[in-house]
């Protein structure tokens, strides 16, 4: 099959997947066996690889040892490994790769060196992801970064649980082409010591999410400082720790240009209603800080157990057909784009978060008619519909059978590993 597709494809660039096929049930990695005829073809196709994707085994060893340098035409590169070690030194392939510009790495292929990383082009990047399971650390984050010079947009799911070596310049990096930082925290509490050694004055998208410390606000603050950076998206989450209204505002007051936020699970707990009703416009109100996040357009917020939907409904009302606020003198960007994200499983009302009083739904549902996109998210990131998820009524007509209570958390409830 391999020689007629191959032949088929008149000398297209290819698009591949090589893998292991197994039954789950036995251990693969001892019953599969390398075809070295297949191995041979796909060889001499090297110079046609364009979108690679290299789910190695054992038996894959010397398939992966034989790949030819001469790659021109590879500009994607998915590589994942095995759970155990395969005895690789290096793996030098694709030191010559001209065209790669995209490069994923999961598992490690070797485990001979714990920072190992495999030899690219790495200042021809554009693109690199780093997956939780190689178990990246601080210091492949800092190493990436400053050999990917060019690189636009690095994504690392990290174990933070090491420091960066004590021999790395304390000056820093500055990659001036880094449009997009996406953290995804899976262990540890050392995020920070990477962050704090980076300046990204071109950072338009930020993320930082997973298991974050309750300080994760202030030393993204700093960064964001340090930059001077036009960013235009800042998403934050946590799974543990919740964020303060205080380390919340400090980190507001610096973003003014803002216009999307997102926060996820803990890191939604500091917009209570006293953070609410400062990101609320209110046309006469007294002198003194007011209208927060002036500029935004999309608004991503985690229900909890402060939030208010009375505070949110009068914030989305507040920021529609506004034109200026006279008292700050600057002018107000219409909000678009308002989510909110099912988590907790009671609001500051006491009451279950699908339940809300008639008044207050039927001004979401008037937000949503007069042109705001407004709809809720559950946990698996599907979007759901207002009058899908929302119960309203007074709260003496809530039902608080075990029956129902046990029927929501089965449909609506989620693990918090499925949103991230």
């Known amino acids: 099959m391999v020689p007629i597709w191959l032949e088929r494809s008149g000398g297209q660039p290819l698009n591949i997947v090589v893998r292991p096929i197994f039954d789950p049930t036995f251990d693969f990695e001892e019953t599969e066996h390398e075809n070295d005829a297949v191995n041979a073809i796909l060889h001499n196709q090297a110079h046609r690889w364009k979108d690679v994707k290299l789910i190695v085994t054992k038996p894959m060893v010397s398939f992966l040892q034989n790949i030819p340098e001469n790659l021109p035409m590879l500009h994607t590169l998915h590589i994942d490994g095995p759970i155990s070690n395969l005895g690789i030194a290096s793996l030098n392939n694709f030191k010559h790769a001209s065209s790669l510009r995209v490069l994923t790495l999961d598992k490690r292929v070797s485990r001979l060196s714990p920072q190992f990383l495999p030899k690219v082009p790495w200042a021809q990047l554009t693109k690199c992801t780093l997956l939780k399971g190689g178990n990246y650390t601080c210091q492949d984050g800092y190493r990436v970064l400053s050999k990917a010079v060019h690189l636009q947009s690095f994504t690392i799911e990290i174990d933070a649980t090491s420091t960066i070596s004590p021999s790395t310049p304390s000056t820093g990096i500055r990659p001036a082409d880094l449009r997009s930082l996406d953290l995804s925290v899976v262990r540890g509490a050392k995020t920070n010591d990477l962050l704090n050694l980076l300046t990204l004055p071109a950072l338009a998208e930020l993320q930082v999410t997973g298991r974050t410390q309750p300080n994760a606000p202030e030393y993204v603050a700093a960064l964001i400082t340090r930059s001077c950076c036009p960013l235009q998206r800042l998403a934050l989450g946590n799974l543990g720790y919740p964020f303060t209204h205080d380390k919340l505002l400090e980190l507001f007051k610096i973003i003014p240009t803002l216009p999307e936020l997102e926060l996820q699970l803990y890191a939604s707990t500091g917009v209570d209603n006293a953070m609410m009703d400062l990101l609320t416009h209110k046309p006469d109100h007294d002198a003194g800080l007011c209208c927060l996040l002036p500029h935004l357009k999309i608004i991503k917020l985690a229900v909890h157990s402060a939030f208010s939907y009375e505070g949110f409904s009068a914030f989305l009302s507040s920021r529609r057909n506004v034109g200026a606020c006279s008292e700050r003198g600057m ?21 279950r978060a699908y339940h809300l009083p008639y008044e207050t739904y039927d001004k979401f549902v008037e937000l949503s008619i007069g042109g705001l996109d ?7 990131r599907l979007e759901c519909a207002l009058e899908d998820y929302f119960f ?9 059978s075990e029956e129902e209570e046990n029927e929501w958390n089965e449909e609506d409830s989620y693990d918090s590993d499925i949103y991230y």
């Open 331 to 351: 002018v107000l960007a219409e909000l678009q784009e308002a989510v909110l994200v099912t988590w907790a499983d009671f609001t500051a009302s006491g009451r």
């Open 374 to 380: 407004l709809y809720v998210h559950d946990g698996a």
């Open 392 to 400: 309203p009524g007074d709260s003496e007509d809530d039902s608080d």
